[in-house]
């Protein structure tokens, strides 16, 4: 697995394939492996690259993981982009990889070829429910990890029971929950909130969201999320909060043709 120094510390990638650039962006907690069910199929038409964010699968802990913030990661997936010199990318990101991924569409167009945004979060206010479950995730009475994700992974595979098995072990060690708490608290900030930027994508986009995720569902994040880029595709597939990892089959029945459509 390779590396990279960068200023947030060594962040470590899979590289699989050849072809136009496959950046694959995992959520909070989780790492590049989540991923694994659909790579072997994306790598043999791309270049296919999936990073663990700083603190998360092989990469180092931020130096201080309790101040990291959304906009943290956005900044980390720049300066990734800038050390590898990649040409105009594809993305795929998840939840927090998502919000990263579309900071960088709105900001950087000419980096951007296509952006499949996988329950991304930042595309409502949250409400009352919302910030108080971001409080509690963001304390030291927040769920554990495996429980979280427990409660969002709806179908169990061999690439889900990895995941869950991850939030168990590595992702349940105490400088992980410092970090993961962290980002929770981020959640809740106006650094969040994509609403203001979306219209700026100009980039070919196709949303994914999943009918039966409890923490960004397709009816109202979605939904949302349709309405702030009106040009993008949407579709809400029988899943929780990873289609990739849960319902692989239909993620690429839907990603490869777009993705084959923003590389012609």
Same mark, same amino acid.
Not at 43 to 71: C, H, I, N
Not at 72 to 100: K, M, T
């Given at each position: 697995?390779?590396?990279?120094?960068?200023?947030?510390?060594?962040?470590?990638y899979?590289?699989?394939?050849?072809?136009?650039p496959?950046?694959?962006?995992h959520a909070?907690?989780?790492?590049?492996?989540?991923?694994e069910?659909v790579v072997?199929?994306?790598s043999?038409?791309?270049?296919v690259?999936a990073?663990?964010?700083p603190g998360?699968?092989?990469s180092?802990?931020p130096q201080?993981p309790?101040?990291v913030?959304v906009?943290?990661?956005?900044q980390? /997936?720049r300066?990734?982009?800038?050390?590898l010199a990649?040409?105009p990318?594809?993305?795929?990101?998840?939840s927090?990889g998502?919000n990263a991924?579309?900071?960088l569409?709105?900001?950087?167009h000419?980096?951007v070829?296509?952006?499949?945004?996988v329950?991304?979060?930042?595309f409502?206010t949250p409400g009352l429910v919302?910030?108080?479950?971001c409080k509690l995730?963001?304390s030291?009475?927040?769920?554990?990890p495996?429980?979280?994700?427990?409660?969002?992974?709806k179908?169990?595979?061999a690439?889900?029971?990895?995941?869950?098995e991850?939030?168990?072990t590595?992702?349940?060690e105490?400088p992980?929950?410092?970090l993961?708490r962290?980002?929770?608290?981020g959640f809740?900030?106006?650094?969040?909130? /994509?609403?203001?930027v979306a219209?700026?994508?100009?980039?070919p986009t196709?949303?994914?969201?999943?009918?039966r995720?409890p923490v960004i569902?397709?009816?109202?994040d979605?939904?949302?999320?349709?309405?702030?880029?009106?040009?993008?595709?949407?579709?809400? /597939?029988?899943?929780?909060?990873?289609?990739?990892?849960?319902?692989?089959?239909?993620?690429?029945?839907e990603v490869?043709?777009?993705l084959a459509?923003c590389?012609?």
């Amino acid at each position: 697995m390779p590396s990279i120094k960068l200023p947030a510390g060594s962040v470590h990638y899979t590289e699989h394939g050849q072809g136009v650039p496959l950046v694959l962006l995992h959520a909070n907690p989780g790492d590049s492996k989540d991923f694994e069910a659909v790579v072997p199929a994306l790598s043999k038409t791309y270049r296919v690259l999936a990073l663990d964010w700083p603190g998360y699968g092989q990469s180092a802990l931020p130096q201080q993981p309790e101040t990291v913030g959304v906009l943290f990661f956005y900044q980390v /997936l720049r300066e990734f982009l800038a050390a590898l010199a990649l040409p105009p990318a594809c993305f795929i990101g998840n939840s927090l990889g998502g919000n990263a991924a579309a900071r960088l569409a709105a900001e950087s167009h000419e980096l951007v070829r296509g952006l499949v945004l996988v329950a991304p979060g930042g595309f409502t206010t949250p409400g009352l429910v919302s910030r108080n479950f971001c409080k509690l995730q963001g304390s030291r009475f927040s769920l554990p990890p495996r429980c979280f994700a427990s409660l969002y992974l709806k179908h169990r595979t061999a690439t889900t029971r990895a995941m869950l098995e991850r939030a168990s072990t590595t992702q349940a060690e105490a400088p992980q929950i410092i970090l993961n708490r962290a980002v929770w608290r981020g959640f809740a900030t106006p650094d969040n909130d /994509l609403r203001t930027v979306a219209p700026k994508i100009k980039a070919p986009t196709l949303l994914l969201f999943g009918k039966r995720d409890p923490v960004i569902p397709a009816g109202r994040d979605g939904r949302v999320a349709a309405r702030c880029m009106p040009s993008a595709q949407f579709k809400a /597939l029988p899943c929780g909060h990873a289609s990739f990892a849960e319902v692989p089959e239909l993620f690429l029945e839907e990603v490869q043709p777009f993705l084959a459509a923003c590389s012609a």
